[in-house]
C-alpha cells in the first residue's frame, strides 16, 4: 500500500505545470542541505524520502532506507507495537486537518545503540493519501550534558546538605537579596538556630553587630563584582546570644549576562582555635606565673617608646628592681611560697602603676617598668611608692616570726636627644639598682649619665659581656654534673651538667650572676655550643673507656630559634664518634611554648641526628599537655614546685601521677626535679 501510493503521489508531482517543477527542486535543495534529518513515510509506515542528515544520524544510505518500514529500520524494538498502533489509528481517522507534533523520542542507529532524538513531526494528506514528514535532530550532547549537569546538581545537594563546614545560599536578586535561601545541618549546629529559623533570615542578622558594617561592605564589592571572593575571619552572633568566631568564604553565581543570583557562604567555626590561638600569643608575650610580660616583649616595648621619643620628642624612664635577699627568703620558705610572693609582688605593682605602664617580670625575681612620658622627679616618685607597697603589704613567715619584704630600684632616663638603644636604659636602671643594693637595699638610685661615676656604674653591666667573651676566649667555663637517677634499675649513667663561670680568681659565679646578661648581650649561644661542644667532648672521653654515659645540656630560647643548630650537633657528634642518642638537649616548658614552631623544627631537627630532647619544669607552663602532641620530646622534666613535699601533698600527688601517665602513655619517660630525699 505504501509503495503504491507513494508511486502515485510522485507521477502526480510529475505532471504539474514547469513552475511546480521549480518549487520542487528547490524544496529538493533544501532538504538535500539541510542540517537536520529528514525522513519522509507513507501511510503505511514505509519510508518514502531520506535526506544526507538522516544517513549521518542513523547510519543507512539512502538506497538502504526508502522503502523500507520505518518502524523496522530505526525504531526500537520495544516501541515498534506503539508506532504500529499510532499510525493505524490515526490513518484509520481519515482527518483532514494538517497535524503537527514535536517529540522526544529514542531511535535506533544502524550499530545497534539508541540514540535520543527530537522529532517535529506533521501530517497532511494528498491526493496519493496521508504523508508524516519528520525533521530529526540528535540530541546526544543535550541529553549527555543534561545528566552530567542533574549529577552535578546532585552532587552538589549532596554535598551541601552533608558538609561537615556551614553552608547557605544567600539570595543577590530582587527581593531576596541578603536572605538566606537554603541552609545546611552544619550551619544550624554551629549557630544554635533551627533550620526553618534560618531560612528567610537576613544574612545580616548572623553577623556580630560590631562587625557587621565591614561585612556588608564586602557583600557589596562581590555583588558588584569588584571582588572574585572574599574570605575572612569574623564573629557571628550565636542564638544564645554570644559571639562565634567563623571563617566564612563568600562567592557569587551569576548568570549568562553577569547579573548575581545567589551567593554560596561557607563558615566554619573557629571560636576554639581563636581560643587556643590567644592563649599562645598571650603565653609568648607574657610570665606564666606572674601574668606580667616577659623580657622579649617587655624589650619590644621599650624599643617602640624609644622610637616615638625619638620621632617626636619626648622623655621617659626605666625602673628595674628585683627583691633583696631573694634567695635566702626563697630558701627559708621553699620554692612555692617564693613563687607566691612573686605573685604578690606583680599584683603590688599592678596597683601601683598606671595603665599605659609597662610592666614585666624579666625572669627570676627580676621586675622592670617603663614609664612613658616621666621625667626624673615623676620616675623617683612612681619608684618610691613601689618600695613602700611592698614594705608595707608583704611579709613572709620565717622560723617564727615574719620578714618584711624590701625591694631595691634603679632609674634610668631616656630622652630625644640621648640616642640610646633599647637595650641601654636597661642597663643603665640595672645599673643603677646595684648602685641602690650597695648603699643599704630598700632605696632608689636614679642614673642619669650626668657624671663620670654614673657612666662608669653604667657602663659595669656592660662590661659584663666582656668577662663572658673572655670566659668563652680563656677556657673559664666549666660544666657541673648532676645525677640522674633511675627507679627501674637502669644502669646507664646519667647526668645533667650545668654552666659555671669561673673568675679571674678561679671563683665560681653561679649562672644566676651571668646568663641572663648573654642572654641580653646575644652571647647566650656561644655558651650553648661551648656547653654542647664540652658535653660531646666527655661522651668522646667516657667512650673511649668503656664507660657508657648519658649527659643532658640546657640550651636558651635563643638556640632553640637557631636552625643550624640540629646540623652543627650532628657534625660535632660524627667528628667525635660518639651515639647521638648519648646526647639529650634539654629545653624549657615556657621558651618552647613561647616559641612553637621553632620548637617542633628543633625537636625534628635533633630526632634527625638520633639525638634526645627533654622539656624542663614541665607543668610550671599553662595548658602543658596540650603541647605534647605538638613536639617530638623524649623526656619531661616535672617542675620542682611539684616534687618538693610531694610524700605529704595529696594534689601534688595527684598532678605527678597524671604527668607520669600521660608521659607513659605517649611513650615518653619522666624526670623528676629537686628530690632531696629516698622517700
Known sequence: ??????????????????????????????????????????????????????????????????????????????????????????????????????????????????????????????????????????????????????????????????????????GAAGDEIGRLLEVNRALSQMTGYAIDELLGMSAAALVYPDDREPAGEDAGHLLADALPASRGDRRWLHAAGHAIWVQASRSVVRDDAGAPLYEIVQAQDITERRRSEGELRYLADHDPLTGLLNRRRFEEELARELALVGRYGSQGAVLAFDLDDFKQINDAVGHSAGDDLLTDVANVLRRRLRQTDVLARLGGDEFAVVLPRADEAQARSVAEGILRSV???????????????????????????????????????????????????DRVAVHSGSSADERAHASSTVNWAQRIRDALAHDRLVLEAQPIVSLDGDPVARHELLIRMLDTDGELIPPGTFLYLAERFDLVQELDRWALGRAIGLLAERRRSDREVRLTVNISARSIADPELPGVIGARLAEAGVDPSALCVEVTETNAIARMDDAKRLADGLREQGCELALDDFGAGFASFYYLKHIALDYLKIDGGFITGLPENHTNQLLVKSVVDIARGLGKATIAKRVGDAE
Open 391 to 441: 614594705r608595707e603589704d608583704l611579709c613572709v613567715p620565717i622560723g617564727s616570726g615574719y620578714r618584711r619584704v624590701t625591694t631595691s630600684i634603679g632609674v634610668a632616663l631616656f630622652g630625644a636627644s640621648r640616642g640610646q638603644g633599647a637595650r641601654e636604659p636597661l642597663a643603665e636602671a640595672d645599673a643603677a639598682m646595684y648602685d641602690a643594693k650597695a648603699a643599704g637595699r
Open 1 to 170: 500500500m505504501g509503495t503504491r501510493t507513494y508511486a502515485r503521489a510522485s507521477a502526480a508531482r510529475a505532471h504539474r505545470p514547469s513552475e511546480n517543477g521549480s518549487r520542487a527542486r528547490a524544496a529538493r535543495e533544501i532538504l538535500e542541505t539541510a542540517h537536520e534529518a529528514f525522513v519522509s513515510m507513507d501511510s503505511a509506515g514505509r519510508i518514502c524520502d531520506w535526506n544526507p542528515q538522516a544517513e549521518s544520524v542513523f547510519g543507512f544510505s539512502r538506497a538502504e532506507a526508502v522503502g523500507a518500514p520505518l518502524a523496522e529500520l530505526i525504531v526500537p524494538e520495544r516501541y515498534r507495537e506503539a508506532h504500529w498502533r499510532a499510525l493505524e489509528r490515526f490513518v484509520a481517522t481519515g482527518e483532514s486537518r494538517v497535524q503537527r507534533q514535536v517529540l522526544e523520542l529514542s531511535a535506533l542507529h544502524r550499530d545497534g545503540h539508541e540514540i535520543p532524538i527530537d522529532v517535529t513531526i506533521s501530517s497532511s494528506q494528498t491526493d496519493a493519501g496521508w504523508v508524516f514528514d519528520a525533521f530529526v535532530r540528535d540530541v546526544s550532547e543535550r541529553k549527555r550534558a543534561e545528566r552530567a549537569l542533574r549529577e552535578a546538581e546532585e552532587r552538589f545537594r549532596r554535598a551541601f546538605e552533608d558538609s561537615a563546614v556551614g553552608m547557605a545560599l544567600v
